[in-house]
């Protein structure tokens, strides 16, 4: 990943999609580590599937506006057809992605999220750098 390419952006806004590509990256691992997408010979819709993924990757590398759109249809197909994976998702990109991806978080994980939220657009508004990964495991609990 070129962290160059998202230079454009403000400083805020970089480290939110250069974090969030990280944990796009990860889960897709996460998911290629796993049958069926782990087998030698993929079936069409495992081979749609990672192709999905993969164009994800790619849309969110190129800023393209509608990657969160996308990586919500991608969270529902895969809950759809492989709900037994879905703890492959890092749990922020449901939140990153927002929409009917929501539906899948509890109300004590949505609060969570909504306080690392609050406490980003606070550092941003006083001009501090936040510290995501400090905040997140605090308010998560991953001490």
Same mark, same amino acid.
């Given at each position: 990943?070129? &962290?160059? /390419? =998202?230079? *454009? ?7 939110? %999609? ?13 998911? +290629? ?7 030698? &010979?993929?079936?069409?819709? &495992? %081979?749609?599937?990672?192709?999905? =993924?993969? *164009? ?10 509608? !990657? ?25 990109? =449901? ?7 929501? !539906? ?5 994980? %949505? &609060? ?7 406490? $980003? ?6 001009? /501090?750098?936040?510290? $995501?990964?400090?905040? +997140?495991? $605090?308010?998560?609990?991953? !001490?």
């Amino acid at each position: 990943m070129s &962290e160059s /390419r =998202f230079a *454009q952006l403000p400083a805020h806004e970089q480290e939110s %999609i250069v974090f969030h590509l990280r944990l796009l990256k990860q889960s897709y691992e996460a998911f +290629r580590a796993k049958a069926p997408f782990n087998e030698a &010979e993929l079936g069409h819709d &495992e %081979i749609a599937f990672l192709a999905s =993924f993969e *164009q994800l990757i790619k849309n969110m590398v190129a800023l393209d506006p509608n !990657h969160v759109f996308l990586g919500q249809q991608l969270v529902t197909q895969q809950i759809s057809k492989y709900p037994e994976h879905t703890e492959c998702w890092v749990r922020d990109l =449901f939140w990153y992605f927002g929409g009917d991806c929501l !539906h899948y978080m509890p109300d004590e994980e %949505i &609060e969570k999220f909504q306080q690392l939220d609050d406490a $980003r657009y606070e550092a941003i508004n006083e001009n /501090r750098v936040f510290e $995501r990964e400090k905040v +997140r495991n $605090r308010i998560l609990g991953f !001490h």
